[in-house]
Antibody, heavy 118, light 107 residues
Framework: QLQLQESGPGLVKPSETLSLTCAVS??????????WNWIRQSPGKGLEWIAT???????YYNPSLKSRVAISVDTSKNQFSLKLNSVTAADTAVYYC??????????WGQGTLVTISS | EVVLTQSPATLSLSPGERATLSCRAS??????LAWYQQRPGQAPRLLIY???KRSTGIPARFSGSGSGTDFTLTISSLEPEDFAVYYC?????????FGGGTKVEIK
């Protein structure tokens, strides 16, 4: 059974960089059939796709966040990561990692709450 | 970007009733629309992909339909565990977007 687990600081100061990692177990991130993603959900709000990467490093970004986001993959550790710089309170959210076989996200991590506050 | 508009925002129904949720896209997405269920404190769960295909382990009371710009998720007979928030999602040219959600609450 595939499992995804997010990790990273739960509190980040404004203007700093948010860094999260998603560890994938029960399957290989090297599979060419899948894309690996970050999605967030602000408290009490809806879902927002952030970024996508595949095993070879091809990336796609939400245009509204593209200037501040970087997604990367480490196939040797079977994990992928997110960096979001110049954060503000508006970036406070639960951040999820998820797998995308084609058009829909079939496996999700449990999510990790990141609060932006001084 | 494709904007997905879900309606109604809230649906108040009783267990055993039929739920019909709508998702309208600002431009055609073909059949490439998915539906998710999210219970409080949990990650979303994939119910339907490619408009009508049920994900693994999803009960037959959940069905999806539609193409182009108009899509529907139907729950034929609500079970207590179905009261949750439902989101639609599309992937068009690698600009993925979600709808704002429909909350199905107990009447």
């Amino acid at each position: 059974q595939l499992q995804l687990q997010e990790s990273g600081p739960g509190l980040v100061k404004p203007s700093e960089t948010l860094s999260l990692t998603c560890a994938v177990s029960g399957g290989s991130i090297r599979s060419g059939s899948y894309y690996w993603n970050w999605i967030r959900q602000s408290p009490g709000k809806g879902l927002e796709w952030i970024a996508t990467i595949n095993f070879s490093g091809t990336t796609y970004y939400n245009p509204s966040l593209k200037s501040r986001v970087a997604i990367s993959v480490d196939t040797s550790k079977n994990q992928f990561s997110l960096k979001l710089n110049s954060v503000t309170a508006a970036d406070t959210a639960v951040y999820y990692c998820a797998r995308l076989p084609w058009g829909a996200f079939d496996y999700w991590g449990q999510g990790t709450l990141v609060t932006i506050s001084s | 970007e494709v904007v997905l508009t879900q309606s109604p925002a809230t649906l108040s129904l009783s267990p055993g009733e039929r739920a019909t949720l709508s998702c309208r896209a600002s431009e055609s997405v073909g059949i490439y629309l998915a539906w998710y269920q999210q219970r409080p404190g949990q990650a979303p769960r994939l119910l339907i992909y490619d408009s009508y295909k049920r994900s693994t382990g999803i009960p037959a009371r959940f069905s999806g339909s539609g193409s182009g710009t108009d899509f529907t998720l139907t729950i034929s007979s609500l079970e207590p565990e179905d009261f949750a928030v439902y989101y639609c999602q599309q992937r068009n040219n690698w600009a993925l977007t979600f709808g704002g959600g429909t909350k199905v609450e107990i009447k």
